[in-house]
């Protein structure tokens, strides 16, 4: 399901994939997070995106490398220069088809203004979506690319970092 947060976020770092009028906070996933506000998103997998306010889903591991398990949400965080107008970004997440219909991306809609913090991401809420591979989030703002980022989904045994701090009764030896 897709993924929207709005708030604070962490401290401003620079990224190479990320252009004005966005600048990067920060990346990486969760495990399992609290319940957001569900809204329609009509090319998504479900219909649905998830909205987060403000804490509602902090990064808990900063990494690109993501056990493909439900519960598990990857997110790139980013803020918008002050002086930014409002206007509407289009998220798309391009990944290895999954689904009765063999999806390979969603799009939705993200809200913006001057000062907001953000972030786009994805939670794996259905065995269906834990497929591995490349998962590439990108967000465009009047048609010019201005966010791509990339997560690999691995094999859970193969992020036992992850696994460890996410599902630690799963992991051997804990």
């Given at each position: 399901m897709a993924l929207v947060l709005c708030g604070s976020a962490a401290q401003a770092q620079s990224a190479p994939d990320i252009a004005a009028p966005l600048f990067y906070l920060t990346h990486g996933?969760?495990?399992?997070?609290?319940?957001?506000?569900?809204?329609?998103?009509?090319?998504?997998?479900?219909?649905?995106?998830?909205?987060?306010?403000?804490?509602?889903?902090p990064i808990l591991i900063q990494t690109t490398r993501v056990p493909a398990k439900v519960g598990i949400s990857m997110?790139?965080?980013?803020?918008?220069?002050?002086?930014?107008?409002?206007?509407?970004?289009?998220?798309?997440?391009?990944?290895?088809?999954?689904?009765?219909q063999n999806t390979t991306h969603q799009t939705w809609q993200i809200d913006i203004k001057g000062g907001d913090q953000k972030a786009m991401g994805y939670l794996l809420e259905d065995t269906f979506e834990e497929v591995t591979g490349p998962w590439v989030f990108t967000l465009?703002?009047?048609?010019?690319a201005v966010m791509r980022s990339v997560f690999t989904l691995v094999p859970p045994d193969d992020a036992p970092e992850v696994m460890g701090r996410c599902f630690p009764d799963a992991v051997p030896g804990s």
């Open positions: 996933i969760n495990c399992v997070p609290k319940a957001g506000k569900v809204v329609t998103g009509q090319d998504t997998v479900d219909g649905e995106i998830i909205r987060y306010e403000s804490e509602g889903l997110m790139t965080a980013f803020g918008v220069h002050p002086d930014t107008p409002p206007g509407v970004l289009t998220a798309t997440v391009t990944h290895p088809p999954m689904g009765a465009q703002l009047e048609g010019a």
